[in-house]
């Protein structure tokens, strides 16, 4: 009878410290299982110092709500304003006796540019440049007379215009007022739409015309432009500036930082216009995301994977 009661009580013991052995191994392997994942996800991401970080020109932004465009392309050339152009004659047939500026030489609105003795009176008067500009042709030298030619031509160059060819497919969505963003090979800038004309007889095309301040001297006469014109826009939850989306293991992601972490975040993309994509999963509002030299980040980490393979 004690035996049999002490074959049970041995029983009951061993499948205690069965139970027990069970348990302790699942807790390993849970544990052996979240390294391996944490070890994982280090390798999909990258610490990158904040001093290292401005040196290599990695910028952030916060992922926050934006305005998606609808555009339309059309193409164009520079032109000058025809009201920056001045073609200096005298007044009256003479001599020149002294004519001032040459070709290339700027000219304030209101200098003495040139000095003519008149042929009738003999008397002398001057001329004095009618606006601000810049010499572009001369047809005269002192000792000459006076012709059917202009003296000087001044063009000012501070306002030019982009004459955008809009064919009939796109003209009816066209509308003065709309903004347009013009480029060329080496800048943008925004402007909007003062005229609307129709185009050469031979051509169903319309003509739309958009002012360019030229002040700063970057656009020259003759240039080929691209021009998105804007006919609608929409407010999207969320968007990211283009220039942060890289492609990372087949899939189109943002780089996120956390601390002096950087890792890619999947993203589910919208609709998209030159600046800005929207974002519809991946990221939350808030997120600070990588926006210049982020494909710095996705080399690091393509580099890491392909010597982890090794």
């Not at 052995?21 to 544990?31: N, P, Q, V, Y």
């Not at 994982?40 to 904040?50: K, L, N, Q």
């Not at 007379?145 to 009939?168: C, H, K, R, S």
Request: net charge negative; aromatic share 6%.
């Amino acid at each position: 009878m004690k035996l049999h009661f002490r074959w049970k009580q041995l029983a009951a013991a061993l499948l205690v410290l069965l139970s027990l052995s069970f348990h302790s191994f699942g807790l390993l392997a849970a544990e052996a299982e979240e390294e391996h994942e944490e070890e994982e996800g280090h390798a999909e991401s990258v610490t990158i110092d904040p001093a290292m970080a401005k040196q290599a020109g990695i910028t952030m932004a916060a992922a926050s709500p934006g305005v998606i465009r609808d555009a339309i392309t059309v193409y164009g050339r520079t032109v000058i304003d025809p009201q920056g152009i001045s073609q200096i004659r005298a007044r009256f047939p003479g001599l020149v006796v002294r004519i001032e500026p040459g070709i290339g030489d700027s000219v304030a609105a209101g200098d003495t540019i040139a000095e003519i003795e008149s042929s009738e009176s003999l008397n002398n008067y001057v001329i004095r440049a009618p606006i601000n500009g810049i010499v572009t042709a001369r047809n005269a030298n002192p000792g000459e007379t006076t012709g059917d030619q202009p003296l000087l031509i001044l063009a000012n160059y501070d306002q030019m215009w982009a004459e955008l060819t809009v064919f009939p497919l796109n003209a009816a969505r066209i509308r003065v007022g709309q903004e347009v963003i013009l480029r060329t090979n080496a800048q943008a800038i925004r402007s909007s739409i003062a005229h609307i004309l129709p185009g050469a007889s031979e051509s169903p095309a319309v003509v739309a015309r958009v002012p360019l301040d030229n002040r700063d001297g970057l656009w020259s006469p003759g240039l080929l432009v691209q021009a998105d014109v804007v006919i609608g826009q929409a407010d999207v939850a969320l968007a990211v500036d283009n220039r942060a989306i890289q492609t990372f293991e087949n899939v189109p992601v943002v780089f996120v930082k956390e601390g002096d972490i950087y890792e890619p975040r999947p993203v589910q993309l919208g609709r998209q216009d030159d600046a800005l994509t929207e974002i519809l999963g991946g990221l939350d509002p808030g997120d600070q995301y990588v926006v210049e030299n982020s494909y710095l980040i996705k080399a690091d980490l393509e580099k890491s994977s392909v010597e982890d393979d090794d």
